[in-house]
């Protein structure tokens, strides 16, 4: 009796650590989304929309589950950041990549900056994560 093995091999375990690009292919027929790992090697991975589709109920499904037992969700790393304000009002604006920028209070705007501060020094004093 011999066994018959379905799908690739998966030895090679892509461990993706965030979303940072979506995409639609050339021709419209598909989506690409490329993440990244924690050395920084990129993986895009092409869907079809029916795919894609499909794996819309799971991944919210996998998202709320993880939510409700408190653990981290998943994050997205933008390509670009940038910070402004607007001119007819007290305002700072945070834009990321292509999406329409938060408007964000002063008095608000000011208790990011510290907290951003506060949890980049945090972040910097850590040790690089050890790679399995």
């Not at 402004?84 to 008095?107: C, M, N, Q």
């Amino acid at each position: 009796m011999s066994t018959l093995t379905l799908g690739a091999d998966m030895q090679d375990k892509f461990n993706a650590q965030s979303l940072v690009e979506t995409n639609a292919t050339g021709d419209r027929t598909a989506f690409e989304l490329t993440f990244v790992d924690a050395k920084g090697a990129r993986h895009v991975l092409t869907l079809s929309p029916g795919v894609a589709a499909d794996l819309v109920p799971v991944l919210q499904s996998l998202t709320e589950s993880k939510a409700q037992a408190g653990d981290t969700t998943l994050t997205k790393m933008p390509k670009t950041c940038r910070v402004g304000h607007a001119t007819d009002a007290r305002l700072v604006l945070i834009k990321f990549d292509d999406d329409p920028p938060y408007a964000i209070g002063l008095e608000d705007a000011r208790s990011l900056w510290r907290d951003v501060r506060q949890q980049s020094e945090t972040v910097s004093r850590r040790k690089r994560p050890t790679l399995q």
